[in-house]
């Protein structure tokens, strides 16, 4: 087995003097700032362009370009506020393609390339509390620490150390969402039409609709199989099950099924890996991280699986690639510890915060003020303090409303997400209220686990529970987010039903915003009523 951890091998360094720059699809830096605390600043939310690439090596996904004056201010933006004097870069490009550019900010350092699943093997294992752990990465793959393309790799997390175990030829990650490119009513992202990376997250939504068709599933395990060594293997599955596969070709009850039935063998597959590794003696608490680990029906699957057998699961908040540059800074820096999620920008025009509050009448708003909003069925946008990273939001980038009300989430999809009519939308509650609601609830800070909405408040909070009555649950602690759990606290004393919705704080194509001016941008360009900003309220212009 390799030991990966980088300080075992090298001396170890001064973490204020390690910049991570992960440049690919979901680009981010990864840093120690003036402040003391680790920075994890994700590029799309800098340039305002979802999944945003730094590099531009990326011609397949053309989409995601941003321009040379894009990329010089995200250095001057990082240069600005490092704590230390950058001495080591660690980088996901073994070519070095964007080193000169670099370079012109950082000029005397040193440039260490990471593999991408060792990368996400760290961000998770170094902050997940656990003393041992197996540890699964899987996604569409990514670069080794040279060129080759590794598609999925375990590992053995113990007494602080991650050693890879096997290695597997094959991707869960990239048959999973090429299926869905074939369904008209999942719509690509900004980046492509063959292979968008808005694909897996929307199919997921929509399987639920579908039921699995017991004549698919060996044709549909054989299309997973293949896809690697066979360039037309979606078209062979649909000359096996009588569809014809190709863009946007399919809709209605066979694409539902389509999709139920891709689900039904992703899990098969990625529990395989697992419980084989569990069988060989490894550790039966589990860490799933790589895009694949954004699968909340799986992870409830493995979460329930796991507690037979005493152990848990970990999902960072941040399993996508927009947690390698954290990964990659984790593996060398010594650091291993819990870190909270809300390590992402300020709020970037905090400056002219008191400009709009006097060009919006902006008022204060106390946390009872704002339960009445959210009781008399507003939709309201939260912006406050530092991001949380990754995909999904957790309460400082968050509209949340009323999931008590029958037609919210068409009104959420269609008048102020613009998306489409299947997606689903994320409840709140507090931990301790939470198996009230709902059943096989399993701590969930971070969205990443799916139970189901209990059968006598399926009616209920009809916003909230999806068409399989399962619902992505966060659930909240008192030394968690606060203004999360005082709405909540404060519905609990005024006997109303402890939860809420929340969604994060974008529209259609546009990524989780960061600014004051974006907020009110969707305030007045939508049927939102109100953003609230660190205790202040804001209403329509009109």
């Known amino acids: 087995m390799v030991n990966i951890?980088?300080?075992?091998?090298?001396?170890?360094?001064?973490?204020?003097?390690v910049l991570s720059l992960y440049l690919s699809h979901d680009a981010a830096a990864t840093y120690i700032d003036k402040d003391n605390k680790i920075k994890v600043l994700e590029y799309e939310?800098?340039?305002?362009?979802?999944?945003?690439?730094?590099?531009?090596?990326?011609?397949?996904?053309?989409?995601?370009g941003t321009t040379d004056e894009q990329r010089r201010d995200f250095l001057q933006y990082i240069k600005a506020n490092v704590k230390g004097n950058i001495k080591t870069i660690a980088i996901n490009d073994p070519?070095?393609?964007?080193?000169?550019?670099?370079k012109e900010y950082f000029p005397n350092v040193e440039f260490k390339t990471a593999s991408h699943h060792d990368a996400h093997a760290a961000s998770g294992a170094y902050t997940s509390e656990l003393k041992d752990a197996t540890l699964l990465s899987f996604d569409g793959g990514g670069y080794d620490d040279t060129s080759n393309v590794c598609f999925t790799r375990s590992y053995l997390y113990k007494n602080g150390n991650l050693q890879r175990l096997t290695d597997y030829n094959y991707s869960?990650?990239?048959?999973?969402?090429?299926?869905?490119?074939?369904?008209?009513?999942?719509?690509?992202?900004?980046d492509c039409e063959d292979h968008s990376l808005v694909y897996s997250g929307k199919i997921m939504g929509l399987c639920g609709y579908g039921n699995v068709r017991e004549e698919w599933i060996q044709p549909i395990a054989n299309y997973y199989e293949n896809i690697q060594s066979q360039g037309n293997a979606l078209s062979l599955l649909g000359e096996e099950i009588n569809l014809k596969l190709e863009l946007n070709s399919i809709e209605g009850q066979d694409a539902?099924?389509?999709?139920?039935t891709s689900q039904h063998i992703f899990e098969h597959l990625a529990s395989n890996?697992?419980?084989?590794?569990?069988?060989?003696?490894?550790?039966?608490?589990?860490?799933?991280?790589?895009?694949?680990?954004?699968?909340?029906?799986?992870?409830?699957?493995?979460?329930?699986?796991?507690?037979?057998?005493?152990?848990?699961?970990?999902?960072?908040?941040?399993?996508?690639?927009?947690?390698l540059a954290l990964g990659q800074f984790l593996l060398y820096t010594e650091i291993k510890e819990k870190l909270s999620p809300y390590m992402g920008f300020d709020i970037l025009d905090r400056d002219k915060f008191d400009n709009y509050k006097k060009e919006y009448k902006a008022t204060k708003c106390s946390i009872s003020k704002l339960v009445d909003h959210i009781k008399d069925g507003k939709i309201i946008g939260v912006l406050q303090g530092e991001s949380e990273i990754g995909p999904r939001a957790l309460g400082n980038r968050s509209i949340?409303?009323?999931?008590?009300?029958?037609?919210?989430?068409?009104?959420?999809?269609?008048?102020?997400?613009?998306?489409?009519?299947?997606?689903?939308?994320?409840?709140?509650c507090r931990l301790e209220d939470s198996d009230t609601y709902f059943d096989n609830v399993f701590e969930s800070d971070f969205m990443s686990y799916a139970p189901t909405v209990k059968e006598e408040y399926r009616e209920v909070l009809p916003s909230i529970t999806h068409i399989d009555s399962t619902a992505r649950l966060q659930t909240v602690s008192k030394g968690?987010?606060?203004?999360?759990?005082?709405?909540?606290?404060?519905?609990?004393k005024r006997d109303e039903i402890p939860v809420i919705l929340n969604t994060s704080f974008n529209i259609k194509g546009a990524p989780i915003l960061t600014t004051i001016e974006d907020a009110l941008y969707v305030l007045d360009n939508t049927e939102m009523d109100y953003v609230y900003v660190e205790g202040f309220i804001f209403k329509k212009k009109s």
């Open 5 to 17: 951890h980088m300080s075992e091998v090298e001396q170890a360094v001064d973490p204020t003097s």
């Open 273 to 323: 890996i697992i419980n084989d590794l569990l069988k060989a003696g490894a550790p039966h608490n589990v860490i799933l991280v790589g895009g694949c680990a954004l699968n909340v029906l799986f992870n409830q699957r493995m979460a329930r699986a796991l507690k037979e057998v005493g152990g848990t699961l970990f999902v960072p908040p941040y399993p996508n690639d927009c947690g």
């Open 480 to 492: 968690g987010h606060k203004l999360f759990y005082d709405i909540l606290k404060e519905l609990k």
């Open 256 to 260: 539902y099924d389509l999709a139920a």
């Open 45 to 64: 939310r800098f340039v305002k362009q979802r999944y945003g690439a730094f590099t531009h090596t990326m011609s397949y996904r053309e989409g995601l």
């Open 172 to 190: 869960l990650g990239i048959p999973y969402g090429h299926i869905a490119k074939c369904i008209k009513e999942i719509k690509a992202g900004p």
């Open 95 to 102: 070519n070095l393609h964007d080193g000169p550019l670099i």
């Open 400 to 428: 949340i409303c009323d999931p008590s009300i029958k037609d919210m989430k068409d009104i959420l999809n269609s008048k102020v997400k613009f998306r489409e009519w299947y997606r689903p939308f994320a409840p709140v």
